[in-house]
Protein backbone atom coordinates (compact mmCIF):
# COMPACT_ATOMS: atom_id res chain seq x y z
CA UNK A 1 0.00 0.00 0.00
CA UNK A 2 1.09 3.34 -1.35
CA UNK A 3 1.31 6.22 1.52
CA UNK A 4 -0.97 9.26 0.92
CA UNK A 5 -0.99 12.15 3.59
CA UNK A 6 -0.79 15.90 3.53
CA UNK A 7 -2.40 17.94 1.00
CA UNK A 8 -3.32 16.28 -2.43
CA UNK A 9 -5.86 16.80 -5.19
CA UNK A 10 -9.47 15.32 -4.49
CA UNK A 11 -11.05 14.75 -8.58
CA UNK A 12 -14.86 14.36 -8.94
CA UNK A 13 -16.22 13.16 -12.16
CA UNK A 14 -19.85 13.66 -12.66
CA UNK A 15 -20.77 11.22 -15.44
CA UNK A 16 -24.56 9.46 -15.77
CA UNK A 17 -25.61 5.94 -14.77
CA UNK A 18 -26.03 4.62 -18.41
CA UNK A 19 -22.95 6.80 -19.70
CA UNK A 20 -20.37 3.66 -21.53
CA UNK A 21 -17.17 3.11 -22.70
CA UNK A 22 -16.42 0.66 -25.52
CA UNK A 23 -19.17 -1.98 -24.20
CA UNK A 24 -19.13 -1.56 -20.06
CA UNK A 25 -20.57 1.00 -17.71
CA UNK A 26 -17.90 4.12 -17.95
CA UNK A 27 -17.81 4.38 -13.93
CA UNK A 28 -16.68 0.29 -14.06
CA UNK A 29 -14.17 1.48 -16.63
CA UNK A 30 -12.66 4.77 -14.72
CA UNK A 31 -12.09 2.84 -11.78
CA UNK A 32 -10.19 -0.03 -13.59
CA UNK A 33 -8.09 2.56 -15.18
CA UNK A 34 -7.69 4.55 -11.50
CA UNK A 35 -6.52 0.89 -9.75
CA UNK A 36 -4.54 -0.24 -13.22
CA UNK A 37 -2.23 3.35 -12.97
CA UNK A 38 -1.90 2.53 -9.25
CA UNK A 39 -3.88 5.41 -7.33
CA UNK A 40 -4.62 5.23 -4.48
CA UNK A 41 -8.60 4.66 -4.39
CA UNK A 42 -11.15 5.67 -5.58
CA UNK A 43 -15.30 5.56 -4.55
CA UNK A 44 -17.82 5.61 -6.61
CA UNK A 45 -21.52 7.17 -5.53
CA UNK A 46 -24.83 6.62 -7.15
CA UNK A 47 -27.11 10.08 -6.62
CA UNK A 48 -30.46 9.96 -6.03
CA UNK A 49 -31.27 12.74 -8.12
CA UNK A 50 -29.76 15.79 -10.53
CA UNK A 51 -29.60 17.42 -13.30
CA UNK A 52 -26.46 18.70 -15.69
CA UNK A 53 -26.24 20.84 -18.77
CA UNK A 54 -29.29 19.89 -20.56
CA UNK A 55 -31.18 20.68 -17.18
CA UNK A 56 -33.12 17.52 -17.52
CA UNK A 57 -34.30 16.36 -13.78
CA UNK A 58 -33.22 13.20 -13.13
CA UNK A 59 -34.60 11.62 -10.15
CA UNK A 60 -35.28 8.07 -8.71
CA UNK A 61 -38.56 6.49 -8.12
CA UNK A 62 -40.61 3.25 -7.61
CA UNK A 63 -42.19 4.08 -11.21
CA UNK A 64 -38.69 4.95 -13.19
CA UNK A 65 -36.83 1.97 -14.75
CA UNK A 66 -34.39 3.92 -17.09
CA UNK A 67 -33.66 7.46 -15.08
CA UNK A 68 -30.19 7.30 -15.94
CA UNK A 69 -29.13 8.73 -12.39
CA UNK A 70 -25.82 10.58 -11.46
CA UNK A 71 -22.87 8.83 -10.38
CA UNK A 72 -19.98 10.54 -8.97
CA UNK A 73 -16.63 9.02 -8.87
CA UNK A 74 -14.30 10.64 -6.37
CA UNK A 75 -10.50 9.85 -6.42
CA UNK A 76 -7.78 11.16 -4.24
CA UNK A 77 -4.29 11.32 -5.03
CA UNK A 78 -1.23 13.50 -5.80
CA UNK A 79 -1.92 16.76 -8.29
CA UNK A 80 0.46 15.34 -10.69
CA UNK A 81 -0.99 11.65 -11.01
CA UNK A 82 -4.07 12.35 -11.35
CA UNK A 83 -3.34 15.84 -13.73
CA UNK A 84 -1.14 12.39 -16.55
CA UNK A 85 -4.55 11.19 -16.14
CA UNK A 86 -6.77 14.03 -17.29
CA UNK A 87 -5.95 13.18 -21.23
CA UNK A 88 -7.58 9.35 -20.86
CA UNK A 89 -10.44 10.49 -18.59
CA UNK A 90 -11.32 12.87 -21.15
CA UNK A 91 -11.10 11.00 -23.92
CA UNK A 92 -13.67 8.36 -22.44
CA UNK A 93 -15.84 10.70 -21.46
CA UNK A 94 -18.46 11.94 -24.02
CA UNK A 95 -20.18 14.44 -21.59
CA UNK A 96 -20.00 14.93 -17.90
CA UNK A 97 -17.90 17.42 -15.84
CA UNK A 98 -14.98 16.85 -13.70
CA UNK A 99 -13.36 18.97 -10.82
CA UNK A 100 -10.51 19.07 -8.75
CA UNK A 101 -9.46 20.64 -5.38
CA UNK A 102 -6.99 20.52 -2.84
CA UNK A 103 -7.74 18.54 0.26
CA UNK A 104 -5.78 17.58 3.37
CA UNK A 105 -5.59 13.91 3.77
CA UNK A 106 -5.62 13.05 7.60
CA UNK A 107 -6.00 9.63 7.50
CA UNK A 108 -5.15 7.03 4.89
CA UNK A 109 -4.58 3.23 6.13
CA UNK A 110 -5.63 -0.85 5.23
CA UNK A 111 -7.91 -1.63 8.53
CA UNK A 112 -6.03 -3.99 10.95
Do not use: N
Request: aromatic share 8%; hydrophobic share 45%; charged share 30%.
Amino acid sequence: MRRIEGEQVLMRIFIGEHDRWEWRPLYVALIGLFRSEGLAGATVLKGAAGFGPDSILRTAGIWKFSADLPIVIEVVDSGERLESLLPEVDRMMKGGLITMEKVRVIRYEREG
